[in-house]
């Protein structure tokens, strides 16, 4: 029975992972603070007698009680529309988080993974992004506190991994969607949304950028994986096939049976124009790699939206 932390848990990814990690042996504790987060994600664990809920902002020491084996770091902000309005709420969960995360890893010899993003690797130059591409981002653009931040949070953790022998990972997570999604401002969601209410569906510039998409379920497989392996380096967590966002949106469309129209709106600033992970290392190191197409994803997640309109 291992005691896991799982920050960030009442997020998208985060909720998902404490239901795999709460059907097992063993004691889940999850920490969020509820600011994009949603209590409501945790239905089919809350009240189970292993899993317990602490609202707490990981930007604050964290105080728990006893032996930890895992911590796995997922607090963050996560759309575009957030990194504008809140620079200092996006930047400081990925720091300062990590920093107090990666001491309560170090006091409690818990092997530690940081969900990175592949916003580290900006406005890729190098397609498919590998995880030896060092990037091209704009540091002190909109971005830069998520982009910014991630980066730093992967040096601190192989920082703590050098010097103080810590067990860290480090997953960068590409586009990941799926049910519990919530409405804010992100493509698969946005997408969704507008099509199943008959809106426009607002695509940013052409729509020849380029994105891949991972199903959550899929995704929460890969980050377990990580955490059960060795491997210190980072690992790119994603769906090689890629996408043009125009696509997208037509597939969107399919999928729901919607009408609506598609509406072209202004670039967003430093918005990459392809995006596609070589996920080489976690084939062969976690023997993993995504298992649902998108249009199955696709259909799960519009479901979803569907039955959290009716309040069901």
């Excluded at 529309?81 to 920093?99: C, H, I, Q, R, W």
């Excluded at 401002?185 to 949304?193: A, D, L, N, Y």
Aim: glycine fraction near 8%; include cysteine.
């Amino acid at each position: 029975m291992a005691r896991i932390i799982v920050t960030g848990g009442a997020g998208l990814i985060g909720s998902h992972l404490c239901d795999r990690l709460a059907s097992g042996p063993n004691e889940v504790i999850c920490v969020d603070n509820l600011s994009t987060g949603s209590r409501a994600n945790l239905s089919q664990v809350e009240g189970k007698p292993h899993f317990f809920f602490q609202r707490h902002e990981v930007e604050k020491p964290l105080s728990i009680a006893g032996e930890v084996d895992q911590i796995y770091h997922l607090a963050s902000l996560a759309s575009p529309p957030d990194f504008e309005k809140k620079p200092v709420e996006t930047a400081l969960p990925n720091s300062v988080g990590t920093y107090h995360l990666l001491e309560l890893a170090r006091a409690k010899k818990a092997r530690f993974v940081f969900a990175s993003t592949s916003e580290v690797y900006g406005d890729p130059l190098e397609h498919p992004q590998r995880e030896s591409y060092r990037g091209n981002v704009s540091i002190t653009g909109p971005r830069g506190p998520y982009d910014e931040s991630k980066r730093f949070g992967e040096a601190l953790s192989l920082a703590y991994f050098r010097e103080h022998a810590v067990d860290v990972g480090i997953a960068r997570i590409f586009n990941t969607y799926g049910p519990r999604m919530p409405e804010d401002g992100r493509v698969v969601s946005s997408f969704i949304t507008q099509a199943l209410r008959g809106e426009p569906i607002t695509v940013h510039g052409d729509g020849a950028q380029t994105r891949a998409f991972c199903y959550v379920a899929d995704l929460v497989d890969g980050l377990v994986k990580l955490m059960e392996s060795e491997e210190p380096e980072p690992v790119n967590l994603g769906s090689p096939t890629e996408i043009t966002v125009l696509e997208l949106a037509k597939k969107v469309k399919h999928v729901t049976g919607s009408s609506s129209p598609i509406a072209h709106a202004a670039d967003r600033t430093d918005d990459p124009e392809r995006r596609q992970p070589d996920i080489t290392r976690a084939r062969e190191i976690l023997k993993w790699e995504p298992s649902t197409g998108l249009d199955e994803g696709l259909r799960k997640t519009a479901d979803f939206f569907r039955r959290k309109a009716k309040g069901s």
